[in-house]
């Protein structure tokens, strides 16, 4: 069966960096768009980033780009989310989830398959 199963997030201050890791497992990596979707302490979700982990294309939300950087590695089937510049509005927990097809599908749960347990990140001084 599906899995992914992230890590890497913890506390981290004001401007600094965190990357996460999605290990993924049970399908075949590389050929389907994965994203990286957060939810802050007051339930509101946003979609942060996703790849085509075929193709390597890329897309972000608009506070996110410029900041954080997606990338795969397909021999390794893992998926990262770099953060840099992190303010307590990053404050969430982060969530991989798998798409259920090779199409992007922004902000749309209904066609995501899959989805991990989530990392929290929590950006505190």
């Known amino acids: 069966q599906v899995q992914l199963v992230e890590s890497g997030g913890g506390v981290v201050q004001p401007g600094g960096s965190l990357r996460l890791s999605c290990a993924a497992s049970g399908f075949a990596f590389g050929r389907n768009w994965m994203y990286w979707v957060r939810r802050t302490p007051g339930k509101r979700q946003e979609y942060v980033s996703a790849?085509?982990?075929?193709?390597?294309?890329?897309y972000y939300g608009d506070s996110f780009s410029g900041r954080f950087t997606i990338s795969r590695d397909n021999t390794k089937n893992i998926l990262y989310l770099q953060m840099t510049g992190l303010s307590s509005e990053d404050t969430a927990t982060y969530f991989c989830?798998?798409?259920?097809?090779?199409?992007?599908?922004?902000?749309?749960?209904?066609?995501?398959?899959?989805w991990g347990q989530g990392t929290q990140v929590t950006v505190s001084s």
């Open positions: 790849i085509n982990t075929r193709t390597g294309t890329t």
């Open positions: 989830a798998k798409g259920r097809d090779a199409y992007l599908n922004w902000d749309r749960d209904s066609e995501i398959d899959s």
